[in-house]
C-alpha cells in the first residue's frame, strides 16, 4: 500500500511570503502529525489533526497552522516565513490519535528554504 | 516535562564493529520508547520500540531494552554494516496518556566504514 506522501519535496520561498504543505496520510489512517526538523532544534512536534480537529499543539508561534479534510488529508500553512523557518518538515500518520506507543509512520519531508 | 538525552554523534565504526548508543530519558508515568532511524534523503522509519519495563525491542540486528531503573533504552548491534549508516533518533511517547506526540532526542550520526 502506499506510504505517507508528502508534497511538494522541495521549495524555495522569499522571507515575508507564505507557504502551504501538504501530507496525505497512509489509506485508512486517520490521524496526521507534523514535525518540523532543524540542525540546531531537532525534531519537534508542531500539530496532531484527527477528524478535521486540531487535537494537540507544540510551541510554536501562531504563524504556523494546519487543517485536515474530510479524505484525512492534511496541509500546514507557515505564514510571513522568516529564516529559521528552513526545516525538514515531516509528516506522520497513524490509526486514531495518540498512538505514537504503536508507531506512526512518517512521509519522506517537504524541505522548505527560505531566502 | 519529558525529555531525551542521547549520545553525540558522530559515530564513526569499521564494518563488523559493536555498536551502541545511549540513550537516556526523562519522564513522568510511563512512557513508550523507541528508535527511529533516518537515511540520506528520506523521512523517519521506526527501527524498534517498547512499551513497558524490561521489554527488548529488536529488529535487523538492533536491540534495545527498556530499563527504568536506569532509564535508559540503549541501542545495540552486534556487527554493524556500511547499509546501517544513517542518523538514530531515540524518542518517547507518553503511554496513556492523551499527548500521543513523540519527543525526540538530537540525534546520533552513525558512518559505518568498509
Known amino acids: 500500500k502506499a506510504g505517507v506522501t508528502q508534497t511538494p519535496r522541495y521549495l524555495i520561498k522569499t522571507r515575508g511570503q507564505q507557504v502551504t504543505l501538504s501530507c496525505s496520510p497512509i489509506s485508512g489512517h486517520r490521524s496526521v502529525s507534523w514535525y518540523q526538523q532543524t540542525p540546531g532544534q531537532g525534531l519537534q512536534f508542531l500539530f496532531e489533526?484527527?477528524?478535521?480537529?486540531?487535537?494537540n499543539k507544540g510551541n510554536f508561534p501562531g504563524r504556523f497552522s494546519g487543517r485536515q479534510f474530510s479524505n484525512s488529508r492534511s496541509e500546514m500553512n507557515v505564514s510571513t516565513l522568516e529564516l529559521g523557518d528552513s526545516a525538514l518538515y515531516l509528516c506522520?500518520?497513524?490509526?486514531?490519535?495518540?498512538?505514537?506507543?504503536?508507531?506512526?509512520?512518517f512521509g519522506s519531508g517537504t524541505r522548505l528554504t527560505v531566502v | 516535562g519529558n525529555s531525551v538525552t542521547q549520545m553525540e554523534g558522530p559515530v564513526t565504526l569499521s564494518e563488523e564493529a559493536f555498536l551502541t548508543i545511549n540513550c537516556t530519558y526523562t519522564a513522568t508515568g510511563y512512557p513508550s520508547l523507541f528508535w527511529y532511524v533516518q537515511y540520506p534523503g528520506e523521512g523517519l522509519q521506526l527501527l524498534l520500540k517498547?512499551?513497558?519495563?524490561?521489554d527488548k525491542g529488536s529488529n535487523k540486528g538492533f536491540e534495545a531494552t527498556y530499563r527504568k531503573e536506569t532509564t535508559s533504552f540503549h541501542l545495540e548491534k552486534g556487527s554493524v554494516q556500511v547499509s546501517d549508516s544513517a542518523v538514530y533518533f531515540c524518542a518517547l511517547s507518553e503511554r496513556g496518556g492523551s499527548q500521543g506526540n513523540l519527543i525526540f532526542g538530537k540525534g546520533t550520526k552513525l558512518s559505518v566504514k568498509p
Open positions: 489533526y484527527f477528524s478535521e480537529t486540531q487535537r
Open positions: 506522520a500518520s497513524s490509526f486514531n490519535p495518540g498512538q505514537a506507543s504503536s508507531g506512526y509512520t
Open positions: 517498547a512499551t513497558k519495563a524490561d
